[in-house]
């Protein structure tokens, strides 16, 4: 009975995971611009089931709960209300302002951390590398206002426009720290370009620092299971 039940259960999660996925999907082939009425008719369709799956998972969840309004404002029973909420909040609606309730549909994905056991792993991982992460993002923050800062020191007077302040600078800073470096604001005084060079050292450090955080804490989260 026991082993019966533990399929049943895999079963189940593994049919639901696949359900969110594919109202992931369904929710990006909507945003096609060539599709036909009965294509669409289709999504609507598919949409309709999907949130009757999640509010019958929903209700479930809050009638077997032990404490009913503890579930429903845990993490998890909010994402559950969020997954099916703009469903509902748009029925004998025609405003387009709530087309960005459509967006909280997107809250879905996070239920699949509830049957992935790689997504629980993960969230395990933050759990215990937390205070590591804070400290590093505080740290982090605190470099990207002085390399705004710096920058904008540097190529003011040269390119007012581009570096009109700290503000203007900020973008220049996020791009260098994360070492994406779009090249649409860049510095052209040898101070800026020198500054440049050792802001790109500090930002090595800026990605690879967390990645290192993160990878032990998952291993400590693969050795708690």
Not at 100 to 127: D, E, M, P, S, T
């Amino acid at each position: 009975m026991d082993l019966h039940r533990a399929r049943l259960t895999r079963a189940v999660s593994i049919g639901l995971q696949g359900l969110i996925i594919a109202s992931l999907l369904a929710f990006a082939l909507e945003t096609l611009p060539d599709l036909s009425e009965k294509q669409r008719r289709w999504l609507r369709w598919f949409e309709v089931f999907t949130v009757a799956v999640f509010t019958v998972e929903y209700v479930a969840r809050i009638a077997m709960a032990e404490k009913p309004l503890r579930f429903a404002f845990s993490f998890f029973g909010i994402v559950d209300l969020l997954a099916i909420l703009p469903f509902y909040l748009q029925l004998g609606f025609d405003l387009r302002s709530l087309r960005a309730l459509r967006l909280l549909r997107l809250f879905r994905i996070l239920k699949l951390g509830r049957y992935n056991k790689a997504i629980q792993r993960f969230h395990r991982a933050a759990v215990i590398a937390h205070e590591e992460l804070v400290l590093f993002l505080s740290a982090a923050g605190i470099v990207l206002y002085l390399a705004a800062v710096g920058i904008y020191q540097f190529e003011n007077e040269a390119q007012p426009e581009a570096f009109a302040s700290v503000f203007h600078s900020l973008w220049w800073a996020v791009c260098t720290l994360t070492t994406v470096g779009y090249g649409d604001v860049y510095p052209v005084t040898n101070g800026g370009k020198c500054f440049t060079f050792v802001i790109l050292l500090v930002g090595l450090g800026i990605v690879a620092v967390p990645a290192g955080l993160v990878a032990s804490a998952l291993s400590q989260a693969r050795d708690m299971e």
